[in-house]
């Protein structure tokens, strides 16, 4: 079992910036590839970004590419979403999960194993 927590969300105005943490308790953190999804009012779960389990390799949706960065510190327990030039469309629930094939590149919340509760993003115009 894996506990996660998410942290960091808030309201931003359109083109700042947020980081988002989610810290891990319980099995070995890097056995695990994690990854971040969204969902917003009304719309489906979507993917944001994915790290293998030493941080080798990062996977990131078309919407988060040049914009977002997924980091980790195994150390800590801890994986990072940092967003930038924030848009009202990335207004959404912010998930973290976790992956116990580890590769880095599940893309599908099937595929994840463990999840956070989640924390709200609110970008404004």
């Known amino acids: 079992q894996v506990q996660l927590v998410e942290s960091g969300g808030g309201l931003v105005q359109a083109g700042g910036s947020l980081r988002l943490s989610c810290a891990a308790s319980?099995?070995?953190?890097?056995?695990?590839?994690m990854g971040w999804f969204r969902q917003a009012p009304g719309k489906e779960r979507e993917f944001v970004a994915a790290i293998s389990r030493f941080g080798g390799t990062t996977h990131y949706a078309d919407s988060a590419k040049g914009r977002f960065t997924i980091s980790r510190e195994n150390a800590k327990n801890t994986v990072y979403l940092q967003m930038n030039n924030l848009k009202p469309e990335d207004t959404a629930v912010y998930l973290c999960?976790?992956?116990?094939?580890?590769?880095?590149?599940?893309?599908?919340?099937?595929?994840?194993?463990?999840w956070g509760q989640g924390t709200q993003v609110t970008v404004s115009s």
């Open positions: 999960a976790a992956d116990v094939r580890g590769w880095g590149t599940a893309t599908a919340s099937r595929e994840y194993e463990y």
């Open positions: 319980g099995r070995t953190f890097s056995g695990y590839g």
